[in-house]
């Protein structure tokens, strides 16, 4: 067994790290920037170390220091989280090289997969069905042009280093093909360092399905079933669930033995996720894999019932996986909403700032990740997830509605969060029905204009005004006795009330299309 376990991230993730270590009694060490010495994840830990200045670049991504603090503490193994380092395969490189144990895939996976390209040859001859498109790389404006031909348009130019929502373009016709290789090219090299292209057929609205895969090191590999990913806003996902609502029992079954070859193909040690599309005849494709434990592996926990990062730490150790495929079930629905501090009515942009309020919600089947606690100050350095919220139920419909019931009990006040936007997503006609693809917030929410998505701003005023026009009133005649007729400080999101429309989330609601 591992002594000590060095977490290399900070967070719910960090926290959640730090908890199935502490159930297998090893110690942990945290690290941490300038920014989060008072953060949760810190207090957590057995150990904590400073890593350097707020910016990750100098802290969280700071290789030699994180491997300096690990020597130093005498942790015998780090745990990347996700984002950072975990797909880093220099960064497994060194921990192989100082003698300390990665827990992840070998850094010939990580670069594996990381090479998109590569990553679907690979899969190719394992018998993944891969998206139609380029065989390597594409060296030339003309080469995309000839490519395009066979595949047909439109087409997607993507980054090899790609990967996210980064370095990717929709090609329609060929007189964008010019444009769009620039454009992808030249973000390609400036995000990843690395300009290589490919091309793969576009596929119409799609579903994101990704597999759970566990391996150990002799060769016994398992499922964990699927997970739906498509509720997402400009590439970052906003709500899981699984089972994948769109996805029948014969395709589950078929997507489940594919992942498996998937990953034998590629040696896999460790928790890995391999990302599908699903079209809308049901066919689905591989993608890429994240060599990685992923933000949204709670509801397959929830459903399958194995600790992912248990699991990781037992196969980091050369332990045996001890399910066989056939005794993994799901067992009723599980889905997750991530909590971000920001601001949906101003672009989603992050609202970091001080929680001066943060009440969570419980009860039957309710799990809070969460990464802050009252008090504490959310940075604007680092992804603006705060905390995810998982529930389970016994199908679905139950799922969604104890999902509306928690989010409701769900209290943050001093900063800006998305609550009220998963509220409205979880009413929406289309979700309630499972009826939808990555296209969804895009199509749902986007092509409302400002006027049809905030017309409780017109309420909100005249609330204000109305609310004024009450307190003068009960001053004049001392009913505002201290205290007595102050608000609750702890008032339920969206509980019916005089101000209801300023407190739901505003949108089409159940207007049918
Ligand atoms: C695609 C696609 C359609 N056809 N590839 C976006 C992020 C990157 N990881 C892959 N992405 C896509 N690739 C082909 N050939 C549509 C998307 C896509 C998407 C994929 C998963 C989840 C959300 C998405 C939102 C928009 C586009």
């Known amino acids: 067994m591992f002594k000590r376990i060095l977490v290399a991230n900070r967070g719910e993730i960090a926290v959640r790290i730090t908890r199935a270590c502490r159930e297998l009694d090893i110690e942990t060490v945290a690290v941490y920037s300038e920014a989060d010495r008072e953060s949760l994840h810190v207090k957590y830990a057995d150990y904590a170390y400073p890593i350097g200045p707020a910016p990750s670049a100098q802290s969280y991504l700071a290789i030699d220091r994180i ?42 996976v990580i670069d594996q997969m990381g090479d998109k390209v590569k990553a679907r040859q690979i899969m190719k001859s394992a018998g993944v069905p891969v998206v139609p498109g380029s065989e390597g790389v594409l060296g030339s404006e003309l080469e995309v042009l000839k490519v395009a031909e066979l595949v047909g348009y439109p087409f997607m130019l993507k980054a090899v280093a790609g990967g996210g929502g980064k370095g990717l373009r929709l090609v329609r016709s060929s007189r964008e093909v010019s444009s769009a290789y620039r454009a992808v090219r030249s973000e390609a090299a400036s995000s990843f360092g690395d300009p290589r292209l490919y091309v793969e057929k576009y596929i119409e609205k799609p579903r ?19 997970r739906e990913c498509s509720i997402q806003r400009r590439h970052q996902k906003i709500i899981e669930e699984s089972p994948a609502p769109g996805m029948d029992d014969r395709t589950r079954r078929r997507i489940g033995r594919i992942a498996i070859q998937g990953a034998r193909a590629v040696g896999y040690v460790g928790a890995g996720t391999l990302e599908f599309l699903l079209d809308q005849e ?12 992923q933000v949204e ?7 399958v019932g194995i600790d992912l990062v248990k699991a990781q730490i037992e196969v980091a150790l050369g332990g045996y996986l001890p399910w066989r495929q ?78 509306r019931r928690a989010l409701r009990e769900y209290q943050v006040r001093g900063i800006k969060t998305n609550i009220s936007f998963h509220q409205w ?39 204000a005004a109305i609310a004024a026009i009450h307190r003068e009133h009960e001053h004049t005649l001392g009913l505002l006795a201290k205290g007595a007729a102050e608000p609750s400080k702890w008032r339920e999101q969206g509980k019916r009330s005089s101000l209801r429309a300023v407190q739901t989330f505003p949108g089409r609601g159940w207007r049918r299309s």
């Not at 499972?434 to 609330?463: C, R």
């Open 208 to 226: 994101h399905v990704e597999i759970q895969i566990l391996a150990d090191k002799y060769g016994r590999v398992i499922h964990l079933y699927d």
């Open 297 to 303: 592996h709670a509801i397959t926990e929830r459903v």
């Open 67 to 108: 491997i300096e603090v690990a020597k130093k503490s005498g942790a015998d193994a780090i745990h990347p989280g996700y984002g950072f380092l975990a797909e880093n395969s220099k960064f497994a490189q060194r921990c192989q090289e100082d003698g300390i144990v990665f827990i992840g895939p070998s850094p010939q």
């Open 282 to 293: 049901k066919n689905f494709y591989f993608l890429e894999m994240n060599t990685r434990l």
């Open 326 to 403: 056939r005794h993994i079930t799901q067992t009723g629905h599980a889905i997750e909403c991530r909590i971000y501090a920001e601001d949906a009515e101003h672009d989603f942009m992050p609202y970091p700032g001080k929680i001066e309020g943060l009440r969570l919600p419980e009860g039957l089947g309710v799990r809070n990740d969460c990464g802050v606690y009252e008090g504490a100050e959310v940075p604007i350095y680092y992804d603006p997830m705060i905390a995810k919220l998982i529930v389970w139920g016994e199908n679905r419909v139950e799922a969604i509605l104890r999902m």
């Open 425 to 463: 997503i979880l009413r929406h006609p289309r979700f309630m029905a499972g009826n939808f693809s990555t296209g969804f917030i895009d199509e749902e929410y986007h092509s409302m204009s400002k006027a049809e998505l905030y017309p409780h701003k017109e309420i909100a005023l005249a609330s």
